[in-house]
């Protein structure tokens, strides 16, 4: 379906959840009902050619923006989508669409101001294929209502086929649901009902970030949280929606980088977005129904647990074995805990892409972003008191809760000269939801009465997070070295184990006085938003 606006109304938006899986696992789950359907109904079969253009330096993807001219039999329709270089659950996501006579790019009939600001200035015959796709679509309606009630009409498209970039081949397969009127949260909906016919995932990258990766042989890297954008007058409720939505869209994000594992900072990104969200249900806490509270913190431990040990291993081959090799290029036992240690990343990352693929996980997504498209916290048992804090503005809670936050670490950071290991852990983990709930407020005060105490407390989580690692590293290698079957191969590791814990047992009575000052400064420095 072409969609076109007329000049200088803004582009429609495109909304759509996919999934992936075994081509053989698609076909029977595209033969089901709802997708299937009882009625005979028989879905419209089409063959696609999409060629994707970009200039040289790829400037268009560097924007945000997928630029494609689709042969759909006799027809050729150009397309621009803004926002496409983001990797989410949902895709949501302008364009703008035109018929134009052949495969020639013909960027200057693009009416759209804001996506016509967003290409730029473009020369003539700048524009040069970059990757194809070719499918072979089905596509069905659903019209009806969804588990609540609500009129959905959802545009369901089996893809099958390949993407192809500089004689490479990737094969694709991809149920894709695409809302065409009803709330968004029908389509978690519709995806989880789904899941009782067959297990998927969800796939959180376009078509168009698989063509340029295959296209430029870059692999998915990690990415940081995008910036929230949180103002003093909003009401509590859409803070909290907010928010939320931000951590979910941040480790989703990451989803592939930490499959792929060729980016030590996917895995971590992963787990940072994860370690928000939890933090945040703990500002959000006393405002949600307890039933709802547990079961979100307990699907995202379990999903955090099953990311640890990659990223313990990452961080113990790069920040910590690393430097002693550095000191010590020759020897041979440290060789041996390379080696070691590489293949326990290895088991590690296999076990994480098996619990990235359960429907357990799966089912946690959906769950979670119908929640949050829905605001199903209201109406799920709140008390009276619960649902006039959510309407209150922000602003009142926020100097509350920050209060909060930093009077726990002041609490567990008293003494700090003569805390022992498990107490600064404790703290450590104070710091982290201190910081995580900082960032959350970004906005609501100037950033120059913020600047030095959040310098502060950043120094004080990396003191603290080098004795966390130190500490993990001595659980690593104990479980590395007892689970070593006897011989030479074990006195080696049992060797190299005790070098890294001598050196880091001497590094932390060295870095002692710089924590402990990195303490003093930050008890010294006054908070912000009681100004």
């Given at each position: 379906?072409?969609?076109?606006?007329?000049?200088?109304?803004?582009?429609?938006?495109?909304?759509?959840?996919?999934?992936?899986?075994?081509?053989?696992?698609?076909?029977?789950?595209?033969?089901?009902?709802?997708?299937?359907?009882?009625?005979?109904?028989?879905?419209?079969?089409?063959?696609?050619?999409?060629?994707?253009?970009?200039?040289?330096?790829?400037?268009?993807?560097?924007?945000?923006?997928?630029?494609?001219?689709?042969?759909?039999?006799?027809?050729?329709?150009?397309?621009?989508?803004?926002?496409?270089?983001?990797?989410?659950?949902?895709?949501?996501?302008?364009?703008?669409?035109?018929?134009?006579?052949?495969?020639?790019?013909?960027?200057?009939?693009?009416?759209?101001?804001?996506?016509?600001?967003?290409?730029?200035?473009?020369?003539?015959?700048?524009?040069?294929?970059?990757?194809?796709?070719?499918?072979?679509?089905?596509?069905?309606?659903?019209?009806?209502?969804?588990?609540?009630?609500?009129?959905?009409?959802?545009?369901?498209?089996?893809?099958?086929?390949?993407?192809?970039?500089?004689?490479?081949?990737?094969?694709?397969?991809?149920?894709?649901?695409?809302?065409?009127?009803?709330?968004?949260?029908?389509?978690?909906?519709?995806?989880?009902?789904?899941?009782?016919?067959?297990?998927?995932?969800?796939?959180?990258?376009?078509?168009?970030?698989?063509?340029?990766?295959?296209?430029?042989?870059?692999?998915?890297?990690?990415?940081?949280?995008?910036?929230?954008?949180?103002?003093?007058?909003?009401?509590?409720?859409?803070?909290?929606?907010?928010?939320?939505?931000?951590?979910?869209r941040h480790w989703s994000a990451n989803e592939a980088a930490a499959l792929d594992g060729?980016?030590?900072?996917?895995?971590?990104q992963m787990r940072v977005g994860l370690r928000r969200f939890r933090s945040a249900l703990?500002?959000?806490?006393?405002?949600?129904?307890?039933?709802?509270?547990?079961?979100?913190?307990?699907?995202?431990?379990?999903?955090?647990?099953?990311?640890?040990?990659?990223?313990?291993?990452?961080?113990?081959?790069?920040?910590?074995?690393?430097?002693?090799?550095?000191?010590?290029?020759?020897?041979?036992?440290?060789?041996?805990?390379?080696?070691?240690?590489?293949?326990?990343?290895?088991?590690?990352?296999?076990?994480?892409?098996?619990?990235?693929?359960?429907?357990?996980?799966?089912?946690?997504?959906?769950?979670?972003?119908?929640?949050?498209?829905?605001?199903?916290?209201?109406?799920?048992?709140?008390?009276?008191?619960?649902?006039?804090?959510?309407?209150?503005?922000?602003?009142?809670?926020?100097?509350?809760?920050?209060?909060?936050?930093?009077?726990?670490?002041?609490?567990?950071?008293?003494?700090?000269?003569?805390?022992?290991?498990?107490?600064?852990?404790?703290?450590?983990?104070?710091?982290?939801?201190?910081?995580?709930?900082?960032?959350?407020?970004?906005?609501?005060?100037?950033?120059?009465?913020?600047?030095?105490?959040?310098?502060?407390?950043?120094?004080?989580?990396?003191?603290?997070?080098?004795?966390?690692?130190?500490?993990?590293?001595?659980?690593?290698?104990?479980?590395?070295?007892?689970?070593?079957?006897?011989?030479?191969?074990?006195?080696?590791?049992?060797?190299?184990?005790?070098?890294?814990?001598?050196?880091?047992?001497?590094?932390?009575?060295?870095?002692?006085?710089?924590?402990?000052?990195?303490?003093?400064?930050?008890?010294?420095?006054?908070?912000?938003?009681?100004?």
């Amino acid at each position: 379906m072409v969609s076109e606006t007329k000049p200088g109304s803004p582009a429609p938006v495109e909304t759509e959840l996919k999934l992936r899986g075994d081509p053989e696992v698609l076909l029977r789950l595209w033969q089901a009902p709802p997708l299937g359907g009882p009625d005979g109904t028989k879905p419209k079969v089409k063959d696609l050619e999409n060629v994707y253009y970009d200039t040289a330096d790829l400037r268009l993807r560097k924007r945000g923006l997928a630029f494609r001219i689709r042969r759909d039999g006799a027809r050729f329709i150009q397309t621009v989508k803004t926002g496409d270089s983001a990797a989410s659950a949902v895709l949501s996501r302008s364009e703008w669409e035109g018929e134009v006579p052949s495969l020639e790019p013909q960027p200057e009939i693009v009416d759209d101001p804001a996506i016509r600001a967003a290409l730029g200035l473009l020369l003539p015959g700048e524009l040069r294929p970059v990757f194809t796709t070719r499918v072979h679509r089905e596509v069905v309606e659903l019209n009806g209502t969804d588990s609540l009630g609500r009129m959905k009409v959802i545009e369901a498209a089996f893809d099958r086929g390949e993407i192809e970039a500089a004689g490479a081949r990737e094969t694709l397969a991809e149920i894709e649901l695409e809302l065409v009127e009803g709330p968004a949260g029908a389509l978690f909906d519709l995806a989880l009902a789904l899941q009782d016919i067959a297990p998927t995932q969800i796939e959180t990258r376009s078509k168009s970030a698989r063509g340029y990766a295959l296209a430029t042989g870059r692999r998915p890297a990690g990415v940081r949280a995008e910036p929230l954008d949180l103002t003093a007058t909003m009401r509590v409720d859409e803070a909290l929606a907010a928010v939320l939505e931000n951590c979910l869209r941040h480790w989703s994000a990451n989803e592939a980088a930490a499959l792929d594992g060729s980016d030590p900072e996917g895995v971590h990104q992963m787990r940072v977005g994860l370690r928000r969200f939890r933090s945040a249900l703990s500002v959000f806490g006393e405002l949600l129904p307890e039933s709802q509270l547990d079961w979100l913190k307990t699907e995202a431990k379990w999903t955090l647990n099953a990311l640890g040990p990659a990223r313990d291993w990452d961080v113990f081959q790069s920040d910590l074995l690393a430097p002693l090799e550095a000191d010590r290029p020759e020897d041979p036992d440290l060789a041996a805990l390379r080696t070691a240690a590489r293949e326990r990343q290895s088991r590690a990352y296999q076990e994480l892409r098996e619990a990235l693929s359960t429907p357990r996980y799966t089912r946690f997504l959906l769950r979670l972003g119908g929640w949050l498209e829905d605001r199903a916290w209201h109406g799920a048992g709140l008390t009276a008191a619960q649902e006039a804090a959510l309407g209150q503005p922000f602003i009142t809670l926020a100097d509350t809760l920050l209060a909060k936050r930093h009077r726990q670490v002041m609490k567990r950071g008293k003494g700090f000269k003569s805390l022992p290991t498990a107490a600064r852990h404790e703290l450590r983990i104070a710091v982290k939801k201190l910081r995580y709930t900082t960032e959350f407020f970004r906005g609501l005060y100037p950033a120059k009465r913020e600047k030095a105490y959040l310098a502060a407390l950043r120094d004080l989580q990396e003191s603290l997070g080098h004795l966390n690692d130190v500490a993990v590293t001595e659980h690593l290698l104990v479980d590395l070295t007892e689970a070593s079957p006897p011989g030479s191969g074990a006195r080696q590791l049992e060797r190299a184990v005790g070098k890294v814990i001598g050196w880091y047992a001497r590094a932390l009575l060295d870095f002692e006085p710089e924590m402990r000052d990195t303490w003093k400064s930050f008890a010294a420095t006054a908070p912000y938003w009681n100004k």
